[in-house]
């Protein structure tokens, strides 16, 4: 297995972590029948900045190993 597909394999476990987590806090939050403020696991602030984080980290995964992979690609093509 080279570098490329490691990295590949590893950040897609994270991004389908995250987003399982984000899931479940954002389920959690929404079936509690109160939100308060001062408890950070309630708080729908807390919730969305967990929704923020998990899409800023797959949006920058995402772009930057596409990025990767369009480079090897041209990269491998031209030295043909």
Do not use: K
């Not at 995250?18 to 109160?34: F, G, K, Y």
């Not at 708080?43 to 596409?66: D, E, G, K, N, Q």
């Amino acid at each position: 297995m080279d570098e490329t597909n490691y990295h590949e394999i590893l950040g897609t476990v994270v991004v389908v972590t995250m987003a399982m987590v984000m899931m479940q806090a954002t389920i959690n939050a929404l079936l509690r029948s109160s939100f308060s403020f001062l408890s950070y696991d309630r708080s729908p602030i807390f919730v969305f900045a967990v929704f923020l984080f998990a899409l800023a980290s797959t949006s920058i995964y995402y772009w930057h190993w596409h990025w990767h992979w369009l480079r090897f690609t041209f990269l491998c093509s031209c030295s043909d």
